[in-house]
């Protein structure tokens, strides 16, 4: 028997379909902020050198996304086309994926939850595009939306050819097991599939792959060292809800989050109100997933605050609320209130996607901002004849104002970002710990330092990346290592000037983080000022706030590196924290010598701290 699948009106599905042709608006537009970024950016700079795939840890489903972009390349494309076609093929697969689950699987309910899991939860997930995990989620939906609407599952060609997508999406994520089960069980519980045999035989097959996913895993591989949950069960035991990690996931659930404990609560009373076993059954399947799954997450990565990666771990958590939602709770609401429900569902749903567009157009501001930096950074390299650089990590926007951590992808990053529009443009800046290694690795004119290898110039397109025959240049030299030296290197710099790039507010609220962009200028007989941090006195920028007559405020000074040394003038984004008691201020930014002494170059202006 075929089950229905469909929305009383068609309201929902054409929210949808709205929702997915906005995202595809947004992955054209914002193409830079998910291309240039991180993974993306050092995938494609494989695909350049190697002109073949780059499936990772046997995780087959990226293909789907990865080819059409390794063709784009092989046929020539610009390289602004095909940082433009990795973005928005993406959002392609995702659409197709909705489009077979409404208009050939004719499953209205799991097209639905394909759109929300890229936007009830997901918001800094958009622009970090490469992870498999949502890929291999929508080829598990996928797989859903044909077995869904059989009760029993029938065995047939259409059958095995959705059961051949389980090695896909196992393969795909190893957490992908955990929602597949999840689905597993609440459709065994919604349709009573208690003597679906070939539906156990479904599990059995996923079981199995997995199985055989965990024995590939070689020894020391990326993801054998990520399975940390057993070893951190034990360690942290039982001071579990003490982590960090469950900081952050509350502070999230009031905000980012927020649709999670509404939903919650939604479902919540909509099966106690049925009052039936089975309704209380599949609550108990959804608190049951949520909190295990976020215990899982948590324990396995107690410390790690990176906000793009943690959200898209938790993205499995959308499926356990929003396949009840979109199965039972909407078409409840569609043959509620007298006839006027399915425009009230459609209303609310409209006023959720509406929402939460919002949020992932909200969060490109950090990722453009990246974007930008990178841009100025490689207009200010421009002026050395050098085109290879090296930067010490901790010059790097210390602050986290705007994503760009962790920095080890900035290699390729730079790489497209500077040669989007002509291979001869082509710039890269390696970061690192170690400096002095990078750059005596970089001291052979042929050599380009990738992510995790080395090239050669020869190794690269010339097509798409064409560097000269440089050594490397070192953008974050030392100042002067001992007090007698730095006396005569301030005294030489005393013409150094700060300006504010744009002007600061005449009011700021108290206690909350603002943004600054100060210009250093250097006078042409002190260049360079130097940025490394290296040392026991490094060159900071100090901003501190002062009431009357000098007065220190109640908030301590802000201290941060210059990020490059400074040659012609550098515009720098740097955070400054207000008093948290309102009034008036001098706001006072100046360069001091770390442990040593202030510098006679200051810029002082009066601002006003209102609540």
């Not at 009573?192 to 539906?199: E, I, K, L, M």
């Not at 996913?213 to 591989?221: A, D, N, Q, T, Y």
């Not at 009357?548 to 908030?555: A, L, V």
């Not at 309102?582 to 209102?610: D, Q, T």
Request: net charge positive.
């Amino acid at each position: 028997m075929l089950l229905s699948k469909q929305y009383s009106s068609r309201g929902p599905i054409l929210l949808a379909l709205a929702t997915m042709l906005v995202l595809l608006v947004f992955a054209w537009h914002f193409y830079m902020e998910r291309s240039a970024y991180y993974d993306l950016s050092y995938h494609l700079l494989i695909y350049l050198k190697d002109k073949s795939l780059f499936v990772q840890n046997r995780r087959f489903v990226a293909i789907v996304t990865q080819w059409p972009t390794l063709m784009a390349i092989k046929a020539g494309w610009s390289m602004d086309a095909v940082l433009r076609l990795y973005s928005v093929v993406f959002v392609l697969y995702y659409l197709a994926a909705f489009l077979l689950c409404a208009y050939w699987l004719r499953n209205e309910q799991v097209a639905l939850v394909v759109v929300l899991l890229f936007v009830l939860l997901a918001s800094r997930t958009f622009y970090w595009a490469q992870s498999e995990l949502p890929q291999a989620l929508t080829a598990l939906l996928l797989f859903y939306a044909g077995i869904a609407r059989q009760a029993p599952v029938r065995l047939r060609f259409s059958t095995l050819a959705l059961a051949a997508l389980i090695p896909v999406f196992i393969f795909g994520h190893p957490l992908c097991i955990i929602a597949f089960l999840f689905i597993w069980s609440y459709d065994w519980l919604l349709n009573r599939r208690y003597q679906d045999w070939a539906y156990y035989g479904l599990l059995a097959l996923a079981l199995a792959m997995y199985k055989l996913r965990v024995m590939l895993i070689p020894p020391g591989s990326y993801e054998a060292t990520h399975m940390t949950f057993t070893p951190n069960l034990i360690k942290y035991f039982p001071h579990y809800l003490s982590l960090e990690s469950f900081h952050n996931f509350w502070k999230l659930c009031g905000t980012g989050f927020l649709a999670l404990p509404v939903l919650l609560l939604a479902l919540s009373a909509f099966y106690v109100r049925q009052g039936t076993w089975l309704a209380w059954l599949r609550l108990a399947l959804v608190w049951a997933f949520v909190g295990g799954y976020t215990f899982i997450v948590n324990v396995s990565n107690p410390d790690y605050t990176e906000a793009t990666y943690l959200e898209n771990l938790y993205l499995p958590l959308t499926l356990f609320v929003a396949i009840p939602f979109a199965m039972e709770l909407l078409p409840a609401l569609e043959r509620s209130w007298r006839g006027r429900g399915p425009a009230l569902a459609s209303s609310l749903l409209a006023v959720v996607l509406v929402a939460r567009l919002g949020a992932v157009w909200y969060q490109h501001v950090p990722y453009t901002a990246y974007q930008q930096w990178l841009k100025q950074l490689m207009a200010y390299t421009r002026q050395f004849s050098e085109r290879k650089f090296i930067m010490y990590p901790d010059n790097i926007d210390p602050h986290r104002l705007r994503v760009g951590w962790p920095w080890w992808a900035m290699a390729s990053e730079t790489m497209m970002v500077s040669a989007r529009n002509s291979p001869d443009s082509a710039q890269t800046v390696q970061v690192g710990w170690e400096v002095e290694r990078l750059a005596e690795a970089g001291a052979k004119p042929e050599v380009v330092l990738g992510p995790f290898e080395t090239f050669t110039n020869a190794d690269l397109p010339a097509n798409y990346l064409r560097f000269a025959s440089t050594p490397y240049r070192v953008l974050n030299t030392q100042p002067p290592q001992d007090t007698a030296a730095l006396r005569p290197y301030i005294a030489a710099h005393q013409q150094v000037s700060l300006a504010l790039a744009t002007p600061l507010p005449a009011t700021l609220p108290a206690g909350k983080q603002h943004k600054a962009r100060i210009r250093v200028s250097v006078p042409a007989a002190a260049q360079p000022l130097h940025s490394g941090v290296r040392g026991p006195h490094p060159t900071l920028v100090r901003t501190a706030f002062y009431q009357d007559h000098d007065w220190p405020s109640d908030t301590e000074p802000t201290q941060v590196a210059l990020e490059v040394d400074v040659w012609q003038p550098w515009t720098q984004t740097i955070g400054i924290q207000p008093p948290h008691k309102p009034g008036h201020y001098i706001c006072e930014i100046s360069l001091i010598s770390l442990n040593y002494r202030a510098w006679p170059v200051r810029l002082r202006v009066p601002v006003e701290v209102v609540d």
